[in-house]
């Protein structure tokens, strides 16, 4: 596709229920990135996927969290047993690999967990 | 540790006049300095980038301004426009690795 794309773009659940959001990146771009951003805050890194190397999982809150990508494209991350502090929106980006290059994210996925 | 320290964390500009928004990094390894705009409920969308060889970019009413020596950049928005009422995140970044500030939130008041 022309952007990143993801889904859903809003998702409420209840309290200690999974949760699974799909990146479906740039079309090329190597490298893709997950962000969460609660309201009105910053944009928290979670984790890093580059080609076949192992991701960097450096920023994942807490092993609820996991995120998957198959076959170099589309991403999924998991929330398992969401917990309110979970609420925020999770960012989507994808980028080409080259000295210069910037990324480009996502409309997000907007998580509310009731 | 963040990487890029920016402020204002919040700004308020009458319509016609000057917005700035400051950066600083330590890491002189970065190479790409972008900037992004993110409207409410959308993701942030790259606005303007600079290089570390250039002092100055300007894109329309928008301009980077680089200073490669004090490790700081800042990001001048000319004739403000309410429409220009967003956050903006300024970001540095080194092959993979992308560093974000913690964003400025701009007012225009018409």
């Known amino acids: 596709g022309a952007g990143v794309s993801q889904s859903p773009s809003n998702k409420v659940t209840e309290k200690g229920k999974d949760v699974e959001l799909r990146c479906d990146p740039i079309s090329g771009h190597t490298a893709l990135y997950w962000y969460r951003q609660s309201l009105g805050q910053g944009l928290e890194f979670l984790i890093y996927f580059q080609g076949n190397s192992a991701p960097d999982k450096s920023g994942l809150p807490s092993d609820r969290f996991s995120a998957e990508r198959t076959g170099g494209s589309v991403s999924t991350l998991t929330i398992q047993r969401t917990q309110q502090e979970d609420s925020a929106v999770y960012l989507c980006?994808?980028?080409?690999?080259?000295?210069?290059?910037?990324?480009?994210f996502g409309e997000g996925s907007w998580l509310t967990v009731v | 540790q963040q990487q890029v320290k920016q402020s204002p964390q919040s700004l308020i500009v009458q319509k016609g006049g000057i917005s700035i928004i400051n950066c600083a990094y330590e890491n002189t390894a970065f190479d790409y300095f972008p900037w992004y705009q993110q409207f409410p409920g959308k993701g942030p969308a790259l606005l303007i980038a600079?290089?570390?060889?250039?002092s100055e970019k300007k894109e329309g009413r928008f301009t980077i301004s680089f200073n490669k020596s004090a490790k700081q950049f800042s990001l001048h928005i000319m004739d403000s426009q309410p429409g220009d009422s967003a956050t903006y995140f300024c970001a540095a970044t080194t092959g993979n690795q992308f560093y974000f500030g913690t964003g400025t939130s701009l007012t225009v008041i018409p």
């Open positions: 600079i290089r570390p060889d250039v």
């Open positions: 980006a994808s980028s080409l690999i080259r000295a210069g290059n910037t990324i480009y």
